[in-house]
């Protein structure tokens, strides 16, 4: 048994990065909801709740096209409505995602690139983190690299794939709209390699079509859903929406959004590449680093961008005497991710336990608002206020609990925020030193 399973290994050296990379994310999947973008996790269960539970998913505002909640809320007839069940899911389309690297890598330059590409993003630390998170995210990045991934076939092998790569092209318009820029670089390398005009029509007709009854229901059902789109992209930063004294956050994201491009940028100028390959990965990564720095709305934006940017670099580092620099920047990846696994718990936020707390202490009706929203009302059952600058001082004095994260205050905002609160109300409790809960004075 030991013998097959070395021969299957060295047969099969991806089945190795895989597994190192489920335990990696597997790892963070019990972790309550709290530091990492809780609120993403605490919206898409909240959704897919409603959905599950017999609610229309036009209930609400836009935000995406709904083949993410859908896939969940047909998982959650198995599982229930499950945190954990559903965080496998992103494990899941991870470890798909890194293998289909692996393919394309194998393709573009051999096993040592589909080795060295794989590696290096199922070991990056950004991935570790966000492949605990449910978010849409690396669901739509699964599609739209399984989209590229039969491309190529159809390229390299057989016409046949382009259905296939259309069927996932138009299954990524269905989950996330942005990412479907993916069938710019598809165009580019049909083009180079001259494949018929009709393989090109055949991948536009696709991928219409799959969104497209879900579109026509909208239009006939609830057509205001659809034109709601336009008024969430107050959502996005925008280069055009900078100034001086913008939100911390938003500052750093359009200088990560800047740097990302720019060092990209300097990368491919100093390697200038020659074949069709490597020219084609370049046109993905500056499509999508381009995107992330026009609407740098954060930094989850950047993920699309690590699966041309590892194969373009698995394509470098292929070679025997360059495999040692792939090693060391694997030791660091793998040492950052540990890190991270072992301090999180550390700055995380139970949000579950602030919320058991206001519900058992104050049971009557109530007025909330917290610095996250979405989180607390995913646990109170009940509307819960952003806690936004603007509305502070409107903010009745009466029977009103406010619940704000300690880790909010390093935002120079919101200590302004604090100050005020500290004014007007009482310090009730400190959860675990990670939450500050705060009430009128008539609930004292």
Same mark, same amino acid.
């Given at each position: 048994m030991k013998e097959e399973f070395i021969d299957f290994i060295k047969k099969h050296p991806i089945s190795i990065i895989l597994i190192i990379a489920a335990i990696l994310y597997i790892l963070w999947i019990?972790?309550?909801?709290?530091?990492?973008?809780?609120?993403?996790?605490?919206?898409? @269960?909240?959704?897919?709740?409603?959905?599950?539970?017999?609610?229309?998913?036009?209930?609400?505002?836009?935000?995406n096209p709904p083949l993410f909640v859908y896939?969940?809320?047909?998982?959650?007839?198995?599982?229930?409505?499950?945190?954990?069940?559903?965080?496998?899911? #992103?494990?899941?389309? +991870?470890?798909i995602t890194t293998y289909l690297i692996y393919?394309?890598?194998?393709?573009?330059?051999?096993?040592?690139?589909?080795?060295?590409?794989?590696?290096?993003?199922?070991?990056?630390?950004?991935?570790?983190?966000?492949?605990?998170? #449910?978010?849409?995210?690396? =669901?739509a990045v699964m599609l739209? +690299?399984?989209? =590229?991934?039969?491309?190529?076939?159809?390229?390299?092998?057989?016409?046949?794939?382009?259905?296939?790569?259309?069927?996932?092209?138009?299954? +990524?318009?269905?989950?996330?709209?942005?990412?479907?820029?993916? #069938?710019?670089?598809?165009?580019?390398? @049909?083009?180079?390699?001259?494949?018929?005009?009709?393989?090109?029509?055949?991948?536009?007709?696709?991928?219409?079509?799959?969104?497209?009854?879900?579109?026509?229901?909208?239009?006939?059902?609830?057509?205001?859903?659809?034109?709601?789109?336009?008024?969430?992209?107050?959502?996005?930063?925008?280069l055009g929406s900078m100034h001086i004294d913008a939100p911390p956050y938003q500052l750093a994201m359009v200088i990560l959004a800047t740097l990302v491009f720019v060092s990209l940028l300097i990368l491919f100028w100093k390697r200038k590449p020659k074949s069709a390959e490597e020219k084609t990965l370049i046109l993905f990564t500056l499509i999508f680093s381009g995107f992330f720095l026009l609407l740098p709305n954060h930094e989850y934006y950047l993920l699309p961008v690590l699966v041309?940017?590892?194969?373009?670099?698995?394509?470098?580092?292929k070679k025997e005497e360059k495999w040692k620099k792939v090693k060391k920047i694997l030791i660091v990846f793998l040492i950052i991710s540990v890190i991270l696994l072992v301090t999180r718990p550390l700055y995380d936020v139970n949000w579950e336990e602030a919320s058991n707390y206001v519900k058992d202490n104050y049971p009557e009706n109530l007025t909330i608002y917290s610095t996250s929203p979405r989180v607390t009302e995913y646990y109170m059952q009940q509307e819960v206020n952003w806690l936004h600058p603007n509305k502070i001082e409107n903010i009745s004095e009466?029977?009103?609990? #406010?619940?704000?994260?300690?880790?909010d205050r390093f935002n120079l905002e919101n200590l302004q925020i604090l100050g005020i609160i500290k004014e007007k109300f009482t310090l009730l409790n400190s959860i675990n030193d990670k939450i500050l809960i705060y009430g009128s004075k008539d609930l004292v």
């Open positions: 019990w972790l309550p909801l709290g530091l990492i973008h809780s609120w993403n996790e605490a919206y898409y @269960m909240m959704r897919v709740t409603h959905v599950a539970e017999g609610g229309s998913y036009l209930d609400g505002s836009f935000d896939s969940l809320s047909l998982l959650s007839k198995i599982t229930g409505i499950s945190l954990i069940a559903f965080r496998f899911v #992103i494990v899941f389309c +991870t470890l393919q394309i890598g194998c393709i573009f330059g051999k096993k040592r690139a589909g080795l060295v590409s794989s590696s290096l993003y199922a070991f990056f630390p950004m991935t570790v983190i966000f492949s605990k998170i #449910i978010q849409i995210d690396l =669901f739209m +690299t399984a989209a =590229f991934y039969f491309a190529v076939l159809g390229v390299k092998k057989n016409k046949n794939w382009f259905y296939l790569s259309g069927l996932f092209l138009g299954l +990524t318009v269905f989950t996330k709209f942005p990412a479907a820029l993916v #069938i710019l670089p598809i165009f580019y390398y @049909m083009y180079s390699q001259k494949i018929q005009i009709k393989y090109f029509l055949l991948l536009i007709v696709e991928a219409i079509l799959v969104p497209l009854p879900w579109i026509a229901h909208v239009l006939i059902v609830k057509p205001s859903f659809l034109r709601s789109s336009a008024s969430s992209s107050k959502n996005f930063f925008g041309p940017l590892f194969l373009f670099l698995g394509s470098i580092y009466n029977k009103t609990i #406010i619940m704000f994260t300690c880790y």
